[in-house]
């Protein structure tokens, strides 16, 4: 394969190569290959339960990106059909910002039938887009469920958006990613309720061991509390939050990807659909091969 | 051609209305191919950069404000020079018939209006997709004579 375009920075050169690292074609190994040195650009993640206004959070932060005439790029994740394997990418519509600049690489992924909230291919789609010198990364993920921290293993830091009304404090304390965000956000400010919710986040945080990530009020329709936000973020690469904690959830992550790139895993699903073979014995089979 | 197939719905030129597109999205989701939509008023530039960087196969332009025969030939000649000949460029909405041949011959590769169902819209990606695979011109700026309908 001939990787001069894109080595030169070619758009379309970008999105093939970012297609072939989609399909499993192309892997992080294989890019180290085509280029020499590789800085990982600075990740973030962005996530939080569906209709908490992730996608109009985003719209700000890359503005505020574009404004300091920064290279990013951005990716989107929505979850592909568990029945037809079709996905609806629809987050253009809400970042309206998402096809104005030359500056702005802009990209939906779809799950495509992995468990969680990021598709498995998306690491080495960050080394890629790091290898080409994008300065800051912005994934933006599936509205993530309590479990699901993934998220955290593929970025530096994450950002979790949450909302009056999303649920009750108990919620609030069992989710996971509580303990792994760096940032929390209280979005649609504007409403009522959301003072409350930022109470009861403070307090749910107070309780526990770890550090404690600053709580923001933001309302992403008004247009308020984002210079605060920014702030953090400029002073964030200086800190980082539960590091162990990442580094065991990127392990499990890598781990599980490699499970989904296993040549065999069609036909052991199909195996175990037909109930020809126990999970120890797909299990076995795994880790063999 | 790969196993998931990209499709991008947009919506050119000022008109607001967008039912249908959202409908054809839907029905092509359901159909297996990752679907993305645009939103509303985007300009020829912004289309063809999102069909860039979602390295789109197919390109679906959905025009109701009677725009179509300065849009749509414009994205097309967009898309040619940014080097996406290969690109299947299909269009829908309210499009007369007397505009059809125009559009044909500009590359559009298919035209659905009002009352297409979305068996039809599916058969048409197969056999696009079909002559991709075959090596067969089928592109917006390959050419062709070939239509769909």
Redesign the interface.
Known sequence: MDFTKLKQGD??AL??T??LV??GELNSADISNIFSDIELAEVWAITGSPGVGKSCICEHIIDNWLNSNQKIAVLAVDP??PL???????D???I?N???SDNL????L?T?GQSGAIPSNIIDIVHLLSALKFEKILIETVGAGQAEVRVAAVSKFLLLVEAPDSGDMLQAEKAGLMELADIILVNKSDLERANEKEEQLKLALKLSEHEIPPVLMVSAKEKTGFEELFVEMMKMPQKSRSQSLKSRISLSYAWESLLWKHKDIDTIIEKLDSKDITLDEALNHLKGG | M???L?IIIAKPGLDGHDRGAKVV??A????????????LR?TPE??V??V????ADFLGLSSLSGAHNFLIPKIIELLVE???NDVIVFAGGIIPEKDRPNLFSKGVRAIFGPGTSSIQMSEFVDSASKRRVESLPVGCGEDTDWHWN
Not at chain 1, 84 to 90: I, K, N, T, V
Not at chain 2, 52 to 55: F, G, N
């Open positions: 758009r379309r999105s093939k970012i297609s989609e399909n592909s059909s037809s394997g079709g996905a609806l990418l629809g253009r519509i809400r309206n998402s096809d104005n690489y802009f990209r939906s779809a495509r | 790969d196993e998931h990209r999205a839907r092509l989701r359901d159909a297996g191919h990752e679907v993305i939509y645009t939103g985007r912004e289309i950069r999102t860039i960087d979602e390295d940014s080097d996406c």
